[in-house]
């Protein structure tokens, strides 16, 4: 039973690019969340995707955005870079009762490291 | 405001020595609780939840956290600490009846001694 995997597993962009990190949610699991992970502190919530919409965003600029797949997949893509953005990215999955909301603990990945040069 | 706080930045114990992680909580309600560990490099693995009931609540690896209304606790315990517990633990929390997003702490570091 695969569980959730991240890909790439690092990346390395300069400052005002853009970067596409994607998660496979483990199977079964139909909700994606993304968090932040900057060093020496714990994760920050993004946002949280599920019936291929955004169902909750955390305190993130519009430079983050995100796609969920009709297979459940998800996609987080960053905007205009910045040296601050250089954090572990945590892709977490889980699955949603009726009408969306879970009280199924979320089960994550092991993260793309994202450094910004 | 809402928030987690574990005030412990860093722990060190003794293999073989007991262990607890304290993890304090602000809301306005009782939230759903739980505890993940991290090793280095590694993403987060879920090591217990509660979501109600019974407040001592079991999860792998031997830890075990107990939930105190009174106190606004959620603490971690482990009666005997091995060397491959060394890592950084976190506790976090969902508003109950709106589990969406996991509010963190900042984290506990653990270092075991030979």
């Known amino acids: 039973d695969a569980g959730v995997t991240q890909s790439p597993t690092h990346l390395i962009k300069t400052r005002g690019q853009q970067v596409t990190l994607r998660c496979s949610p483990k199977s079964g699991h139909d909700t994606v969340s993304w968090y932040q992970q900057a060093l020496g502190q714990g994760p920050q919530f993004i946002f949280q995707?599920?019936?291929?919409?955004?169902?909750q965003r955390g305190n993130f600029p519009d430079r983050f955005s995100g796609h969920q797949f009709p297979n459940y997949s998800s996609e987080l893509n960053v905007n205009a870079l910045l040296l601050g953005d250089s954090a572990l990215y945590l892709c977490?999955?889980?699955?949603?009762?009726?009408?969306?909301?879970?009280?199924?603990?979320?089960?994550f990945g092991d993260g793309t490291r994202l450094s910004i040069l | 405001a809402q928030s987690v706080t574990q005030p412990d930045i860093h722990i060190t114990v003794s293999e073989g020595a007991s262990l607890e992680l304290r993890c304090n909580y602000s809301y306005g309600a009782t939230p759903y609780l739980f505890w993940y560990v991290q090793s280095p490099g590694q993403g987060l693995q879920l090591l217990l939840k509660y979501f109600s009931g019974d407040t001592l609540v079991q999860g792998i690896k031997g830890f075990e956290a107990e939930f105190k209304r009174s106190q606004s606790s959620f603490n971690l315990r482990k009666p005997s600490v091995h060397w491959s517990d060394a890592a950084e633990y976190f506790c976090a929390v969902v508003p109950s009846g709106s589990a969406r997003q996991l509010t963190f702490g900042s984290g506990t570091q653990l270092t075991v001694l030979p």
């Open positions: 995707y599920y019936e291929e919409e955004e169902r």
């Open positions: 977490a999955s889980s699955l949603a009762s009726t009408g969306g909301w879970s009280n199924q603990p979320q089960h």
